[in-house]
């Protein structure tokens, strides 16, 4: 009977830690979000005003944004913004990261960017071992004799902060195409691979029906051979 209470005990708590945990994280991304951005002009706005009003500062903070988005939209403010990029981009450090910033958001916000449309597979740290990629450029590549290859750039996430990962340069022919939505991927990445999706599945099932999945020079990684 006690060992029937432990594990009754033990279950309910993992439940409600499976329900919990997520939104705390939740709660702890957005209230630091929220005071972050209350905490750039909350200060000032309470000293000017003389009373301190939980939550002006990022109402601010977003009117500001809109209106430099708004300056920006015209011929003055471009200019202006080309003149501020000119003189950031000269300095060692700062230029590193503003540049590695700017490229980020314009690649995760701008549709015609166009930047992490492809969730693949690619093989990583041993032959036969894969880890899921996301597809941010191409080109071509032509060799001597008037062979032409294509050559993409694939963003390996690490896991559970995608943010940060490695960039690698790889043949079109030796990735597989996953059939699963960027954000699918993403979740599938930042899970550790606990949430899965059925287009995984799907895939796994074409190999199995093939002879042989293998890896090689001949008929490249990532071939199904039939």
């Known amino acids: 009977m006690f060992k029937t209470l432990r594990k009754s005990i033990r279950r309910q708590f993992l439940t409600g830690l499976l329900v919990v945990t997520p939104l705390a994280v939740t709660i702890f991304f957005i209230r630091f979000l ?20 939980p939550g002006l500062g990022i109402i601010f903070t977003l009117l500001a944004i809109f209106l430099v988005g708004l300056l920006t939209a015209n011929f003055v403010g471009r200019k202006l913004v ?5 003189l950031v981009t ?26 992490f449309n492809r969730v693949v597979l690619v093989e990583f740290a041993r032959q036969g071992s894969f880890v899921v990629a996301f597809v941010t450029n191409s080109t071509t590549l032509e060799f001597p004799g008037g062979e032409k290859k294509e050559l993409v750039s694939v963003f390996i996430p690490s896991t559970p902060l995608p943010t940060t990962g490695w960039v690698f340069l790889v043949f079109a022919e030796n990735v597989i195409d996953l059939p699963i939505s960027v954000e699918a991927g993403f979740r599938l990445v930042v899970s550790g691979g606990i949430v899965s999706h059925p287009g995984l599945h799907k895939l796994a099932q074409e190999f199995s029906k093939r002879k042989e999945f293998f890896l090689g020079p001949v008929e490249g990684p990532g071939r199904v051979k039939d």
């Open 34 to 53: 929220f005071g972050f951005m209350d905490g750039l002009f909350g200060p000032a706005l309470a000293r000017f005003i003389g009373v301190k009003i």
């Open 82 to 86: 080309v003149i501020g990029e000119a």
């Open 90 to 115: 000269r300095l060692p450090i700062v230029k590193t990261i503003y540049s590695s910033s700017k490229q980020l958001i314009e690649a995760l916000f701008l549709p015609a960017s166009h930047a």
